[in-house]
């Protein structure tokens, strides 16, 4: 009697077409047919199974080499003491990292590829994550993210490959997370914090009253979101009243009447601003300092104004505290070019190249667009003439393949709306993305150099 050490169970039954092949008086054809009832044992390593260069061990190698003194500073399971083991936090910035290059912002979709995807599977190396943990490591300590983005582009320039005596600014805007139809009144806010402290308050009376209706997770879990909702609301009216007292004080200067302001339920910090199809949406102003004889992002921020006349000088400060120096130049479009802006640049010491409002307006009228104006500075005076001069011109189309190419890269990774809530959280995803652009583009900085002095 024959044993088989599988049941391998009833093979599969030929389909019609098999049946027909087989009746021809050509004889039966010999196939290749899929057997998935199979049973088999293989034996591979992960190691073995990703391919030598693969963009996942290109990122591990760059982050491994990282200082991410930050994050290990916070665990408390140490030698000698009690406690669960950490999770290495430089796998989980190669994760984020990786993710972003696939243009993946979600912590639900990485959580899930990390058990399904070889090379998310690679970068575990048998370490378990969950969505919450990846979730709350983007959006938690802002300071380590930053501090990762200083040492980056820090030893890049400690190495020689990286200056930062010319950058190009651009701001680009991203959506929110919410939509136009959370952004309510005052009086309607405060209709809807009402409701949501009711429920609050319903939810602990039913939780004393039938402790045993629900789980004790699903109890947890109906609070905390009706808690983060009353929460949300209260920011919401919170910024309202800012917005409408800023409202107030412009429409003073003005003369004209002020609107009433309306804040998000969902995104308090985010406003409606336009876009570049022309249309308005909840968003964030995004803004990009970048190197532009290498594309190496030195400076992030995010803002939730809608103009970028005010963004250049807080860029040259940041800039300076993360690397002890302002840069020499800044090329900025016109929106950048506000006379006050402009003084306050010269004042630190960078020259800016951004070109004149109206000029062809005022050539028609046959006056000199790069002539002094009455009122102007000596700052401003030197930026209109300067822009006259044919170098300037030439120089200024360096802003255009710099910031414009860096915004392009985000957006191919899918940065059109921010995966998170809050102003903060977004200025954190932003510097996320600037990380995984900084490290691919100075491993190809290194490899240039290593070539070159071979």
């Known amino acids: ?4 050490l599988f049941d391998k169970g009833e093979p599969e039954q030929p389909t019609p077409a098999e049946a027909a092949a087989s009746a021809t008086a050509t004889g039966k054809p010999r196939l290749r047919v899929p057997r998935r009832d199979e049973r088999e044992m293989r034996w591979a390593a992960l190691d073995d199974m990703l391919e030598p260069e693969h963009q996942a061990r290109v990122v591990w190698d760059a982050i491994r080499r990282l200082d991410l003194g930050r994050w290990l500073a916070e665990i408390k399971a140490v030698e000698g003491n009690v406690g669960r083991d950490a999770t290495d936090p430089r796998l989980l910035v ?5 993710a972003t290059l696939d243009a993946i912002g979600s912590a639900r979709e990485l959580s899930r590829l990390c058990t399904l995807h070889l090379a998310y599977q690679w970068l575990c190396g048998g ?10 490591f983007r959006t938690k300590n802002a300071a380590a993210w930053d501090d990762l983005l200083t040492q980056i582009v820090g030893s890049l320039m400690t190495e ?8 190009a600014q651009d701001g680009m805007r991203v959506r929110a997370n919410a939509g136009k139809s959370s952004f309510r009144r005052k009086q309607s806010l405060q209709i809807c914090l009402d409701e949501a402290r009711e429920q609050v308050e319903a939810l602990k009376q039913l939780d004393e009253e039938s402790p045993s209706e629900l789980t004790a997770r699903q109890r947890a879990a109906r609070e905390r ?4 909702r009353a929460r949300r609301l209260e920011e919401a009216l919170r910024h309202c009243d800012e917005l409408q007292t800023e409202r107030e004080e412009t429409a003073k200067k003005s003369g004209r009447p002020a609107k009433e302001a309306r804040a998000s339920s969902t995104d308090a910090e985010a406003r409606t601003m336009q876009f570049s199809d022309g249309g308005f949406r909840p968003g964030y102003n995004v803004q990009l ?23 250049l000088p807080p860029m040259l400060d940041q800039l300076q505290e993360r690397y002890g120096e302002v840069p020499e130049e800044a090329l900025v479009d016109g929106g950048f070019a506000a006379l006050e802006a402009i003084d306050a640049a010269t004042e630190k010491g960078c020259t800016v190249y951004a070109p004149l409002k109206d000029k062809a307006k005022q050539q028609r009228a046959g006056k000199d667009p790069h002539a002094r104006k009455k009122g102007d500075s000596d700052a401003v005076a030197d930026w209109r003439q300067r822009m006259g001069t044919a170098m300037a011109q030439g120089l200024y189309l360096l802003r255009c393949q710099t910031a414009e190419w860096v915004n392009a890269v985000f957006r191919n990774r899918d940065l059109w709306q921010m995966p998170v809530r809050g102003q903060a959280k977004a200025r954190g995803v932003t510097v996320l993305y600037a990380i995984t652009h900084d490290l691919l583009v100075g491993e190809k900085l290194r490899a240039e150099a290593a070539m070159g002095s071979g």
């Open 225 to 228: 979101a009706a808690a983060d």
């Open 289 to 311: 300092s970048t190197d532009t004889e290498t594309g190496i992002i030195g400076g992030v921020d995010v803002t939730n104004c809608g103009s970028d006349q005010e963004q």
């Open 160 to 167: 020689g490959l990286v200056t930062m005596k010319r950058v």
């Open 94 to 98: 190669a994760l984020w990292v990786y």
């Open 127 to 136: 370490v378990s994550v969950n969505y919450h943990m990846l979730s709350d």
């Open 1 to 4: 009697m024959s044993q088989v």
